[in-house]
C-alpha cells in the first residue's frame, strides 16, 4: 500500500476519533470521513512519489499539487458524487481562509498525518515541532482546532515507532496523560538487540523521552500484535484511558 492509501486510511481513522470530542453531528462526521478518504484524489501517484522523492519539488509538480483539491472533486463528480458538503470540504480542504468548521478540522488531520509520517527526506517530526504547527496552523495565532486534536490524540498514535532518548526503539500502545508523552513499548535497545519481550517505560522520564517518529520500514521485525496486548491491556487499566 503507497503512502497516499495509508495517509487517507490515516486521516479517516483520526476523523472517527476526534469526531465526538468536537461535537461534530453525525452527518458533519460523515463528511469528515468521507472527505477524509477522498481529498487527495486528484494526486494519488504524485503523492505516492513525492513520499519517496529526494529532491525539490518541480514547478510541474507544484502545479499539480495546487490543483489537486480540484481535481479530486471533479473525480468524486465523475464517479457520481452529488453531495454537496462532501464536495466543498474537499474542495477547501487546503484554503487556510475557509471559516467552514469540518473544513478546518480536516485541514488539521491532514497536517497531523503528514507531520508524523516519516518520508524518504526525514523522519515524522520531533513533537514539539509538530505539536506547534498543528496548534498554530503556520502562524503565531494558537488555533483551538489544532489544539483540541493534539489534546485527543497525543503525537503519537498506537502503532507509531518511535526513538527514545536512550536509543532504544519503541511502539506507542496507547495515547498517555500528556499529546508527547505515549505509553510504549521498548522492542530494541540502544545496540539494536530484541529484548527477551517487549517491557514498558515511562515516556515521561528523561531517560524515556520520545525523540522521534521512524519509518516502519526502518524496524524489519516488529513483535506480533498477541506479545503487545498485555502491555497493552496494563496501560489501559494503569490510566483508564
Not at 512519489?49 to 518541480?58: D, E, G, N, S, V
Not at 545496540?191 to 531517560?207: I, L, N, Y
Request: charged fraction near 20%; include cysteine.
Amino acid at each position: 500500500m503507497g503512502y497516499s492509501s495509508i495517509h487517507a486510511l490515516l486521516c479517516w481513522a483520526l476523523a472517527r476519533v476526534v469526531s465526538p470530542a468536537l461535537a461534530l453531528s453525525a452527518a458533519d462526521a460523515d463528511t469528515l470521513e468521507r472527505a477524509a478518504l477522498t481529498m487527495n484524489i486528484g494526486m494519488t501517484r504524485l503523492q505516492n512519489l513525492l513520499a519517496m522523492q529526494t529532491a525539490p519539488i518541480t514547478p510541474a509538480q507544484r502545479t499539480q499539487i495546487d490543483a489537486h483539491p480540484s481535481r479530486s472533486v471533479e473525480l468524486l463528480q465523475s464517479h457520481g458524487v452529488k453531495d454537496e458538503r462532501w464536495l466543498f470540504v474537499v474542495k477547501y480542504h487546503h484554503d487556510t481562509a475557509c471559516l467552514d468548521f469540518s473544513t478546518r478540522v480536516l485541514q488539521r488531520l491532514d497536517r497531523y498525518g503528514a507531520l508524523i509520517s516519516p518520508r524518504q527526506t526525514r523522519d515524522g517530526r520531533h513533537l514539539v515541532e509538530t505539536g506547534h504547527h498543528l496548534t498554530t496552523q503556520g502562524t503565531e495565532k494558537i488555533d483551538d482546532v489544532g489544539r483540541s486534536i493534539v489534546h485527543e490524540l497525543g503525537l503519537f498514535p498506537p502503532g507509531t515507532l518511535v526513538r527514545l532518548a536512550d536509543d532504544s526503539t519503541a511502539i506507542a500502545l496507547r495515547r498517555g496523560e500528556n499529546p508527547g508523552d505515549p505509553q510504549v513499548a521498548v522492542i530494541f535497545g540502544p545496540d539494536g538487540r530484541k529484548p527477551s519481550s517487549p517491557f514498558a517505560v515511562d515516556t515521561r522520564q528523561t531517560e524515556w523521552a520520545v525523540v522521534s517518529a521512524l519509518h516502519g520500514t526502518s524496524v524489519a521485525d516488529v513483535p506480533p500484535v498477541d506479545a503487545l496486548l498485555p502491555l497493552l491491556f496494563a496501560s489501559r487499566d494503569d490510566t483508564g484511558l
